[in-house]
């Protein structure tokens, strides 16, 4: 059993091997005919650029994204610069040069890897995936009787932030970086996932649909782990199918057929803000003019944030969106569960994480009012500043930065929810709800907790669920998203989580159940 | 009330908990004295940290800042005598620390019963942080240790077995009874433990004694002989058959002593302004069917919340509510409410129900007046049960039918947990005749306690 696994890491290995050795390799030829055609369909009126990348790119070889990004950029950055000085703002390219020159590499791919996209899919995807199987399967048998597993955690290297942790980091942050600012970099990965995107929306692939047949795969093979350490564990099993769901259908497979059908590209489920951009112009202008089903969709999606949310939160607690239904806590319950030990405890990081996703949401919320200002009076600015500026400004810092490079890259350091933790928009919000208006809590079961630590340690949202549980308090934080998982390794049964009656849930304690009836009575009626 | 010096032994959940409540009710100043730790933790929790789950820090229930903001001291000290006539205590170091009032809460250490070998190296038993220090030592993996020998058949013997198992050391484990725990767990509980033990790959050995631990040329323990003949090769001897009142440091101080810290009901010894509470202190007279002494981490608490009262002027008797309890044998969770006795132990009016799931490791027991059929108490495994409900049936005095028509408004696993209620009531209804048709689940009569 241990060689099937050790055998899986090894075939895991060579597969993501490959998949970044694809960043840089590969044969890109630009002929003059596909970029005739680049050129009409994208409407570039820019003779600088054309002749420029005519001169450096076409009828020429690169070897590598390495060789051939650089003449691209140079020559959309050069021809901007010329056209600004010229004041021909009508020639100006706005897109940016690293997807320019993603754009046109991906119609440049002409090697090995273009042509064998079946075969190199295998060669990365397919043996991670395998590899992946081989690693996790075993462990039906080695993890022996089903109960809780968490044997060994803190005492292995890639759990306990040893060095294999922090490669896992690097790679993860390497990868977001390269998906948010240097896409032209991923362009190969688009060739592996061409003939999926193309059965599902008929177009090729773009980077950000390798992301989402990624994220989806990375999900599935995680949620075969989940259901394996958790088989004891209904409630894990159940919740975990829900992500599972929620991800492949509506995140990726609906948009992809919408696309099809000529409607807008829209993830049903993603609730602003967390979909901080839905209410910007350009969105708002595709919904209204695709019609019915736009107009359903901006219906739907100010429906979900102002009553389905709060009303669902109100039932059930934050916990049926944040560890039932989002894309980025499914993420967080399947691949971050090795790491939800390592989000921190202390007071400290409470306060941080308050001030944090608050200011988040007040950020998101602003940028909203303005954008919405904006489109109603028809203009770019409010109070003198330009709204696109803070859309930009939220787009980098918030959407890619935090939510991305932050959001995953940092699972092996700072545990699995770092962005749900301190920077979900729609976090705090639902979070106000569970906190002040709810049916949720997290019951603590009178006296029987000896304050072992174990739920403390295994919430990956740094709730020390302890403090409460060892005074016999219930459990009522806005941060809680409900995975379940302070109940699933409480040694004595001590949590449980329910909806209930408003009343006495939030159940201030000081002398616990058991003790003499007078004195509990005494002390804990304050 | 003019402000006091308070001194507290020990720093464990007793002598903290006093400490805590001290603080809420008065100005008083807290000392609290411990040559064990730097800082409280959960001595439950030790095991966690040898198989990996948590790191030590993480059995500390408050962060290092609590102490000092609430102005709780904390001294580093090992008190070797107890001055009542001068009101002090004195330390290793020959320290001097003055008190108004002494709370004593040195908890316990483990039980040996003067096995030739039992102090060899390579011998301990799993109570204090130290143990779980030598242990790290001795036990660090299969290849250092390729076996150990665990005696005693307890709360705390089975720990260590599930411990050094989750590192792959091959364990033998000595039971003294016929079946595991079978002195405080009826038979066909005790039962599936044996069971589930066996399935853990621990080499059981039932109604097993330690003759004598034999040494190396090191003077290291390398195998233990048994009482049925068999010498076990082994690197490591566990000794868990129980603990005793760590008191020794009071011999002769003139604070009386049983086996521990003999208390009254307000949990004063018979020196004014020394208490005792927690595993060291025995009563004079037991409290119901409690024992004496109670080495657990429950009563420990209740009498710091108790005696907390009492030093701050609200003189206040120590009176535990209904027992309860809860372990976890490797896989299995325990709890207990009310009094369940063993077949040994059990009074001639006390009649049992059990249930077991016919596959799954899930079984209960409920005692009950076999004349009036008042509800007694119940010992669940693999079902986690309600504390409030049952605390609340117990006071209530409810018989056992009722507890078996509600029984569903007790269950307390996740949520979409199979659900036993129907088979346990479908078998009590067979065996005793009855009728009984369980109630829907009800969060007014959970939450509310309203009669529905």
């Not at chain 1, 409630?235 to 000529?262: D, G, H, K, N």
């Not at chain 2, 000794?239 to 307000?266: C, H």
């Amino acid at each position: 059993m241990k060689a099937i696994k050790n055998t899986g890491l090894v075939i895991f290995l060579i597969g993501l091997g490959i998949f970044t050795a694809l960043t840089v390799v590969g044969t890109f030829k630009l002929t003059q005919d596909d970029f005739n055609e680049f050129v009409s369909d994208n409407g570039i009126k820019s003779d600088l650029f054309i002749k420029a990348i005519e001169t450096t790119v076409v009828g020429k070889e690169f070897d590598g994204m390495m060789a051939f990004s650089p003449k691209v950029v140079a020559a959309l950055e050069n021809a901007n610069a010329e056209h600004k000085i010229n004041k021909e703002y009508k020639k100006v390219i706005y897109t940016n040069p690293h997807d320019m020159a993603a754009m046109i590499g991906k119609k440049a791919g002409s090697g090995f890897i273009a042509k064998n996209k079946g075969l190199m899919w295998f060669l990365t995807f397919g043996l991670g995936i395998l590899g992946a199987l081989f690693f996790i399967l075993p462990n039906v048998v080695l993890l022996g009787p089903k109960g809780i597993k968490n044997n060994g955690i803190y005492l292995e290297n890639a759990t306990n932030r040893g060095w294999m942790a922090w490669m896992v980091f690097i790679f993860l942050v390497a990868f977001y970086l390269v998906l948010y600012f240097r896409s032209e970099y991923a362009v190969n990965w688009t060739y592996l996932v061409d003939p999926i995107s193309e059965s599902l929306s008929g177009n090729p692939a773009g980077h950000w649909f390798v992301y989402g047949f990624m994220y989806c795969t990375v999900m599935t093979v995680m949620a075969v782990r989940m259901y394996i350490k958790y088989r004891h564990n209904v409630y894990q099993m159940v919740r975990t199918t829900s992500v599972l769901f929620f991800q492949i259908i509506f995140a990726f497979l609906i948009p992809e057929i919408m696309v099809r059908l000529q409607m807008p590209y829209y993830d049903f489920k993603n609730a602003f803000p967390l979909d901080y951009d839905f209410f910007f112009q350009w969105n708002l202008r595709s919904l209204i003019n695709s019609g019915g089903i736009g107009i359903f969709i901006l219906v739907w999606g100010t429906v979900l944030t102002l009553v389905i949310v709060p009303v669902m939160v109100y039932f059930f607690g934050k916990r049926w969106y944040c560890s039932w239904v989002c894309g980025c806590g499914g993420l967080a319950e399947t691949l971050g569960d090795p790491y939800r030990q390592h989000s921190s405890k202390t007071l400290f990081s409470w306060r941080v994480e308050r001030w944090l996703i608050h200011g988040v949401l007040v950020f998101a919320v602003g940028m909203t009012l303005m954008t919405l200002y904006s489109f109603f009076a028809e203009s770019g600015t409010v109070l003198g500043i330009k709204t696109s500026n803070v859309q930009n400004t939220y787009s980098l810092l918030i959407g890619s930065i935090f939510a991305g490079v932050i959001g995953t890259g940092f699972y092996p350091i700072f545990g699995n929810r770092v962005w749900c933790r301190f920077g979900c928009p729609l976090a705090a919000y639902l979070g106000f709800v569970q906190r002040f208006k709810s049916r949720f809590r997290i019951t603590t079961n009178g006296g029987q907790c000896i304050s072992c630590g174990n739920c403390s340690t295994y919430c990956e949202q740094g709730i020390d669920v302890r403090a409460y549980a060892q005074k016999g308090e219930n459990i009522i934080r806005s941060s809680c998203v409900g995975c379940g998982i302070c109940s699933a390794v409480c040694p004595r049964g001590v949590l449980k989580l329910e909806n209930g009656p408003e009343k006495g849930r939030i159940n201030p304690t000081q002398v616990l159940l058991g003790n003499d009836v007078d004195l509990m009575n005494l002390v804990n009626q304050k | 009330m003019a402000k006091e010096t308070i001194v507290i032994i020990g720093n464990g959940i007793s002598g903290v908990t006093a400490a805590r409540h001290i603080r809420k009710l008065s100005d008083n100043r807290i000392i609290i004295i411990s040559a064990e730790s730097e800082y409280f933790f959960s001595r439950t929790a030790l095991m966690y940290v040898y198989m990996g789950h948590m790191k030590f820090e993480h059995t500390q229930p408050y962060e290092n800042w609590f102490w000092k903001k609430n102005r709780i001291e904390l001294v580093n000290g090992y008190v070797t005598w107890v001055d009542h006539a001068s009101k002090k205590v004195l330390l290793k170091n020959t320290e001097e620390i003055p008190y108004d009032k002494l709370i004593i809460a040195t908890g316990s250490k483990p039980n040996k019963f003067g096995w030739p070998g039992q102090d060899l190296k390579g011998v301990q038993g799993l109570y204090s942080k130290q143990e779980l220090e030598q242990l790290e030592i001795d036990a660090p993996n299969k290849e250092v240790c390729k076996r150990a020998v665990i005696v005693g058949g307890g709360l705390i013997g089975i720990e260590l077995a599930e411990m050094l198992r989750s590192r792959d050391i091959p364990v033998t484990f000595l039971v003294r009874e016929s079946s595991f725990w079978n002195g405080v767990l009826p038979e066909g509980e005790s039962q599936m433990i044996n069971e589930h033990i066996l399935e853990h790959h621990i080499d059981l050995r039932l109604s097993t004694n330690l003759v004598e631990i034999l040494p190396d040329d090191n003077g290291k323990a390398k195998a233990v002989v048994t009482d049925k003949g068999d010498i076990i090769e082994c690197n490591l001897v566990g000794l868990t058959p129980g603990v005793t009142p760590n008191v020794d440091f009071l011999k002769e101080s003139g604070i009386e002593l049983g086996r521990g810290i003999k208390v009254n009901r307000f949990l004063e010894t018979n020196i004014p302004d020394i208490y005792g509470i927690g595993d060291c202190a025995e009563q004079h007279e037991p409290i119901g069917q409690r024992r004496p002494i109670e080495a657990v981490w429950y009563t420990g608490r209740m009498m710091g919340e108790t005696v907390a009262q009492t030093i701050c002027g609200n003189r206040i008797e120590y009176k535990p509510g209904h027992w309860f309890n809860s372990a976890k044998f490797l896989d299995i969770e325990y709890q207990t409410y009310g009094w369940v006795f063993s077949d040994k132990s059990k009074k001639p009016n006390e009649a049992h129900f059990h249930w077991r799931h016919p596959r799954e490791l899930v079984c209960i027991t409920m005692a009950y007046d076999s004349k009036t059929r008042k509800f007694l108490g119940i010992n669940t495994f693999g079902i986690r049960m309600r504390h409030e409900i049952f605390d609340r049936w117990l006071t209530d005095g409810q018989s056992i039918d009722h507890v078996m028509e509600f029984l569903k408004d007790a269950n307390f696993d996740p949520e979409f947990y199979a659900q036993y209620e129907g088979a346990i009531v479908a078998r009590y209804n067979a065996e005793l005749g009855t009728s009984i048709l369980p109630r829907k689940k009800s969060w007014k009569r959970i939450f509310l306690n309203v009669q529905s």
